[in-house]
């Protein structure tokens, strides 16, 4: 079975720690996504990436960067976590001309 | 800017019955419409998916109606059961790549047994 694995499913911080939400897929897409969900926003973009070593940003990018060293791998990264960085997180990949597979999500609180 | 416009938010059934969820849309380049839908505690998941060539699109229970002119798009789902109770986001992205994909705001739907 096919899968995005994101390292934690739940997260508390504390304001102004850097933190990283990893994840990795199974699929040798070419794509992978970061988004953040929240009650009636949906999901909103935050960094993409093509390929390795390569990145684009997204709707929201403010407060975040991201790193993909490698294919499998995504990383996003708060530079100085602040409260209104608490959200759900959710990695996708997809291969070219396809749906996207989405992660579990990761909820992080920031207190 | 939200691009994809979904309604209703939220969406109460009996079961058998057959929602429907309206998504309307701005970029007429689009070309790839897909719906997910998404349990507690889970990612989205891939429902179904239509691109503009086609008007209707079926797949077991689900059907996606498409229309250009109107840039609009629907979800209904047929016969429907308490296990269909979730949060179910259209979308739309064009390019091969689907880099730029933009989401609704998502239906959270519950069916009644």
């Known amino acids: 079975d096919v899968k995005v694995t994101q390292s934690s499913r739940y997260l508390v911080k504390r304001t102004g720690e850097k933190v990283f939400l990893e994840c990795v897929q199974d699929?040798?897409?070419?794509?992978m996504f970061w988004y953040r969900q929240d009650p009636g926003l949906g999901l909103r973009l935050i960094y993409f990436?093509?390929?390795?070593?390569?990145?684009e940003k997204g709707d929201i990018p403010e407060g975040y960067s991201v790193s993909r060293e490698k294919k499998e791998r995504f990383s996003l990264i708060l530079e100085s976590a602040s409260t209104n960085q608490t959200s759900m997180y959710l990695c996708?990949?997809?291969?070219?001309?396809?749906?996207?597979?989405f992660g579990s999500g990761t909820r992080l609180t920031v207190v | 800017q939200q691009q994809v416009k979904q309604s209703p938010q939220s969406l109460i059934v009996q079961k058998g019955g057959i929602p429907i969820i309206n998504c309307a849309y701005e970029?007429?380049?689009?070309?790839?419409f897909p719906w997910y839908q998404q349990f507690p505690g889970k990612g989205p998941a891939l429902l179904i998916a239509?691109?503009?060539?086609?008007s209707e699109k079926k797949e077991g229970r689900f059907t996606i109606s498409f229309n250009k002119s109107a840039k609009q798009f629907s979800l209904h789902i047929m016969d429907s059961q308490p296990g269909d109770s979730a949060t179910y986001f259209c979308?739309?992205?064009?390019?091969?790549?689907?880099?730029?994909?933009?989401f609704g705001a998502g239906t959270r739907l519950t069916v009644k047994p």
């Open positions: 990436s093509y390929d390795v070593k390569m990145k």
């Open positions: 699929m040798d897409h070419e794509n």
């Open positions: 996708a990949s997809s291969a070219t001309n396809y749906g996207y597979t």
């Open positions: 979308a739309a992205s064009f390019g091969i790549n689907n880099n730029d994909m933009r």
């Open positions: 970029n007429t380049a689009f070309d790839y």
């Open positions: 239509i691109r503009p060539d086609v």
